[in-house]
């Protein structure tokens, strides 16, 4: 059983907004730190987000910074990635990542992916 | 931002090689390294952490080593299903950053 899928993503036109979600199941969501990380056709991997448990402390990418905001709710355990102003560079798999503090801030669980194409 | 650059970019390796992969930061990033191993159309697959403790269920050929700036992830005996992309990352400080992968592909 796969304890993240991520939902939402699909075909938006330059300037556009997207919300991505990310469920989790079968952990104490609350007690880890997550993270979305994309990959653009054909390419290697970039880290976009990061939010602690508490959802108090956030970070991101320069590429996003400004126009994607992360959140989560953990009593509904999903992570979420809205997504303003869309480039055709943004153009790329979307996938959730759970992040364990106590090994080193590994990423051991990932989603499947969500597709986001950005495109007129 | 802390660069990883990753060495070979690709290779070429038959069944029962020995290969090695190696990860270099840019500043360093003490045992913050982890490597992860991607398949065409799947996720990213945890492989070792902390530079050199492999995941639960991960097959003993591979092993991870280094600290500080330079790492490495070595498979002994190259097996069928290992043919894929592997990516490093340090999680020692933001933003995150991936090395730029490295394809093992068969010879």
């Known amino acids: 059983e796969v304890p993240l899928v991520e939902s939402g993503g699909g075909l938006v036109q330059p300037g556009g907004s997207l919300r991505l979600s990310c469920a989790a199941s079968g952990f104490t969501f609350g007690d880890y730190e997550m993270n979305w990380v994309r990959q653009a056709p054909g390419k290697g991997l970039e880290w976009i987000s990061y939010?602690?448990?508490?959802?108090?402390?956030?970070y991101y990418a320069d590429s996003v910074k400004g126009r994607f905001t992360i959140s989560r709710d953990n009593a509904d355990n999903s992570l979420s990635l809205q997504m303003n102003s869309l480039r055709a560079e943004d153009t790329a798999v979307y996938y959730c990542?759970?992040?364990?503090?106590?090994?080193?801030?590994?990423?051991?669980?990932w989603g499947l992916g969500t597709l986001v194409t950005v495109s007129s | 931002d802390i660069q990883m650059t990753q060495s070979p970019s690709s290779l070429s390796a038959s069944v029962g090689d020995r290969v090695t992969i190696t990860c270099r930061a840019s500043?360093?990033?003490?045992?913050?390294l982890n490597w992860y191993q991607q398949k065409p159309g799947k996720a990213p697959k945890l492989l070792t952490y902390?530079?050199?403790t492999l995941q639960s269920g991960v097959p003993s050929r591979f092993s991870g080593g280094g600290s500080g700036t330079d790492f490495t992830l070595t498979i002994r005996g190259l097996q069928p299903e290992d043919f894929a992309i592997y990516y490093c990352?340090?999680?020692?400080?933001?933003?995150?950053?991936f090395g730029q992968g490295t394809k093992v592909e068969i010879k």
């Open positions: 939010i602690s448990s508490s959802g108090r402390t956030v």
């Open positions: 500043q360093s990033i003490s045992t913050y």
């Open positions: 902390s530079a050199s």
């Open positions: 990352h340090q999680s020692s400080s933001f933003p995150r950053t």
């Open positions: 990542a759970r992040e364990r503090v106590s090994t080193g801030q590994d990423f051991d669980y």
